[in-house]
């Protein structure tokens, strides 16, 4: 364990393992920047030192939105993707305790879900906007669950759910695959097929959450439901009891939704990501083999098919954003423009909004991988 005295310590400073106030309390996980405030803290504490296991990693870009190698200019990070970062800082620390046996207490996560609600609330576009972009956050499993509560709540505010039951849907969506915190990391890493032996210890994972959810954090079993049922299937051939059609809780059918479009849009061991419109084309095709039509319905309503976030290319050669879905016209978005019609690039500063709802003369001749960008901006 090597320690670091404050004095030496610097806002952005991140390491490859989490860095400690003692040998319990974490001042940062690992990968997430140490901020001015914590350093603040540990001078008024009169903390001198730190320790961590890990290594001094590069400043990271923090401007970067996946799109910094194609883009010209920086752009400002919102004081909402901080705290979209900050969550996911706090939901990998209760994760990382639960994987290690150690005393976990719901009040953070409480905390996180309370603060969390009205910001969805308030700022839909942008946070939704968040679950599409493929940053390199060390913590997949942290971020999953922040996504995953995010489009959840979208679809639970869409349904008119009552302030409760949204609660109670947050709380299964923050924590519905905390159970993966006991697969051995060895099948969760591995890039091939899994083995039956394999499959059957990984399909454990909803049995972990149930019982983590209403023992651990002793929440009501309506909240262990959703972790418990979110792999059940609408035609019966889900898992862990083949519940089939209405017999499968709602908000588990909701997250079931969020977690698959999730899963498709970021990195994964064994296969590369799908674009927005990609994972949302392949989820509206399910035919109701996996997901509950209805739900798909809020779902699309909800995020358009071309999410927020999603690169597209216009019949006149302009590339742009999508930055405003409309829900009666899921076509036709609003995009900010990257690339002009001319091939010149559209400086952050100099934003140029095209709203395809008015201008009927354009329309999306296709979407795609933000990682494609590069290469048609050279």
Same mark, same amino acid.
């Given at each position: ?32 920047? @140490? ?151 060895? @099948? ?65 059918? @909701? ?39 209805? @739900? ?83």
């Amino acid at each position: 364990m090597r320690k670091i005295k404050v004095s030496d310590l610097q806002p952005g400073m991140r390491f490859t393992k989490a860095i400690y106030m003692d040998g319990e309390n974490i001042l940062a996980p690992a990968g997430l920047p @140490i901020k001015e405030k914590d350093i603040e803290r540990l001078k008024r504490w009169e903390v001198l030192e730190v320790h961590t296991e890990g290594e001094l990693m590069p400043f990271e870009d923090e401007e970067s939105d996946g799109l910094s190698s194609a883009s010209s200019g920086k752009q400002e990070v919102s004081p909402l993707f901080k705290e979209y970062l900050t969550a996911i800082g706090v939901v990998n620390k209760v994760f990382e305790y639960v994987r290690l046996d150690k005393e976990v207490y719901p009040n953070e996560l409480d905390r996180l879900i309370n603060s969390f609600l009205p910001r969805i609330k308030a700022d839909v576009d942008e946070l939704t906007s968040f679950t599409m972009r493929n940053e390199r956050i060390k913590h997949s499993l942290a971020q999953g669950a922040v996504n995953c509560m995010i489009l959840s709540v979208v679809m639970g505010m869409n349904l008119k759910f009552p302030a409760h039951k949204l609660v109670q849907l947050a709380q299964g969506a923050l924590l519905h695959d905390i159970g993966m915190t006991k697969i051995p990391q060895v @099948i969760l890493e591995k890039k091939g097929s899994l083995s039956p032996e394999e499959l059957k210890t990984m399909r454990t994972h909803t049995l972990h959450a149930f019982k983590i959810i209403t023992k651990v954090f002793k929440y009501p079993n309506e909240v262990g439901l959703i972790a418990l049922y979110h792999h059940e299937r609408w035609d019966g051939k889900g898992y862990p009891k083949q519940l089939a059609g209405k017999d499968i809780p709602l908000s588990a059918r @909701i997250v079931s939704v969020a977690d698959a479009f999730d899963a498709m849009v970021k990195d994964r061991p064994y296969r590369n990501s799908l674009i927005g419109y990609t994972a949302m084309r392949q989820i509206l095709n399910d035919n109701s083999r996996r997901y509950d039509a209805e @739900i798909i319905k809020v779902f699309i309503q909800s995020l358009g098919i071309y999410p927020i976030g999603s690169i597209v290319i216009l019949n006149d050669g302009t590339i742009g954003r999508v930055v405003k879905i409309h829900k009666d016209a899921p076509l036709r978005p609003e995009l900010s423009v990257i690339v002009d019609k001319t091939g010149a690039n559209v400086k952050h500063n100099d934003e140029q909004i095209v709203n395809l709802l008015d201008q009927k003369e354009l329309f999306i001749a296709k979407a795609i991988n933000p990682q494609e960008l590069a290469g048609k901006k050279e």
